[in-house]
């Protein structure tokens, strides 16, 4: 079974332009998550989407958006990218929705903005 | 505030010696726990998780961890570390409420000297 497939790998922006990423999850995954990593503030959730809708978002400004697909591959979206937007940025996929939900993780989106 | 605390950036063993890392968390309800760990320009695997039961979970790779509500603690243990267990661990809380979104710490860079 194909793992969590996440593209590109990376991106090299500039400030102020916007950039799309993409996630497919595991065959039969509903639950699409997304994280950002950084050095400083380390991993942080973004959001999640289920049935094609956002159940969770954490502390993001409104510039990080999201959504999800029928099939359930999902995209983020980050609009006037910050040079403070530099992150890997990390999709999980589980089956369903809820605490006890083991995730697992793609390799991730390396994003760096210039 | 839920939160995940790991106390030690990094831990540096020899080949073949024992390792326990860290992790105390904070948190009102049950807690559902988990270890990942991460590899260079990789994503994260879950190496283990706790929802309820016997206290002391077995993993992937020769890994467990034991929990200890009276310390709020969830400890990753391995008996003897090899070379390709250098990497970055994360331990990771999961909230209850219906939905997915883990709480991460701050993670541990493991060094394994030969």
């Known amino acids: 079974k194909a793992g969590v497939t996440q593209t590109p790998r990376y991106l090299i922006k500039t400030r102020g332009q916007q950039v799309t990423l993409s996630c497919s999850p595991i065959?039969?995954?509903?639950?699409v998550s997304w994280y950002q990593q950084t050095p400083g503030q380390g991993l942080q959730f973004l959001f999640e989407?289920?049935?094609?809708?956002?159940?969770n978002k954490g502390n993001f400004p409104g510039r990080f958006s999201g959504r999800q697909f029928s099939n359930s591959r999902s995209e983020m979206n980050v609009s006037t990218l910050e040079l403070g937007d530099s992150a890997l940025y990390l999709c999980?996929?589980?089956?369903?929705?809820?605490?006890?939900?083991?995730?697992?993780f793609g390799d991730g989106t390396r994003l760096s903005i210039l | 505030a839920q939160s995940v605390t790991q106390p030690d950036i990094h831990i540096t063993v020899s080949e073949g010696a024992s390792l326990e890392l860290r992790c105390n968390y904070s948190?009102?309800?049950?807690?559902?726990l988990f270890w990942y760990v991460q590899s260079p320009g990789q994503g994260l695997q879950l190496l283990l998780k706790?929802?309820?039961?016997?206290?002391l979970v077995q993993g992937i790779k020769g890994f467990e961890a034991e929990f200890k509500r009276s310390q709020s603690s969830f400890n990753l243990r391995k008996p003897s570390v090899h070379w390709s267990d250098a990497a970055e661990y994360f331990c990771?809380?999961?909230?209850?409420?219906?939905?997915?979104?883990?709480?991460f710490g701050a993670g541990t860079r493991l060094a394994v000297h030969p």
């Open positions: 999980a996929s589980s089956p369903s929705t809820g605490a006890g939900q083991p995730q697992h």
């Open positions: 065959s039969g995954h509903r639950s």
């Open positions: 989407y289920f049935s094609e809708t956002q159940r």
């Open positions: 948190y009102g309800a049950t807690p559902y």
């Open positions: 706790y929802f309820s039961g016997d206290t």
């Open positions: 990771a809380v999961g909230l209850s409420g219906g939905y997915n979104k883990l709480i």
